[in-house]
């Protein structure tokens, strides 16, 4: 490898080929500025229209809005859903017919609401025994 590079240095020298002119660099940016043609500058003193200050609170209203409608959706699927399950849980406990491990098993039904109707279960139990005693 090192026999091909001192064979293409003495080939082709260390010449990069192109030269700086004298003094380019020195004159560089005097040339370039009268190259440049004569612009004046003027501010503008434009106050934002009523829009341009409002549009920030516009934004942030129509978000929230959003979020809420969002939420709201969500909430009234979720509780809606889990009153059904819980509903049916308590059907196919009552029905001594079907199999309640097939009813759980189906997906239909999570941990949470068997353990809610459980609560309740347990809950409405121990009120009727207390009434009972009260008698």
Same mark, same amino acid.
């Given at each position: 490898?090192? @026999?091909?590079?001192?064979? /293409? ?14 003094? =380019? ?6 040339? #370039?500025?009268?190259?440049?043609? !004569? &612009?004046? /500058? ?20 129509? #978000? ?14 979720? +509780?809606?859903?889990?009153? %059904?399950? &819980?509903?049916? &849980?308590? $059907?196919?406990?009552?029905? %001594?017919?079907?199999?309640? $491990?097939?009813? /759980? #098993? +189906?997906? +239909?039904?999570?941990?949470? %609401? /068997?353990?809610? =109707?459980? %609560?309740?279960?347990?809950? +409405?139990? $121990?009120?009727?025994?207390?009434? !009972?005693? @009260?008698?």
């Amino acid at each position: 490898m090192k @026999h091909e590079d001192s064979t /293409i240095l003495n080939k082709y020298g260390k010449d990069p080929g192109f030269k700086v002119p004298d003094n =380019y660099f020195a004159d560089f940016n005097k040339k #370039m500025a009268d190259m440049l043609p !004569d &612009v004046e /500058i003027t501010p503008v003193d434009a106050k934002p229209t009523m829009w341009q200050r409002v549009k920030p609170l516009v934004y942030m209203a129509a #978000m929230f809005a959003g979020v809420w409608c969002m939420m709201s959706v969500f909430s009234h699927f979720t +509780s809606s859903g889990n009153l %059904d399950s &819980v509903r049916a &849980v308590a $059907e196919k406990l009552n029905d %001594d017919k079907s199999n309640v $491990e097939d009813f /759980i #098993m +189906s997906g +239909s039904v999570s941990d949470y %609401d /068997i353990l809610n =109707y459980e %609560d309740s279960v347990m809950l +409405s139990n $121990e009120q009727d025994d207390s009434s !009972d005693n @009260h008698q």
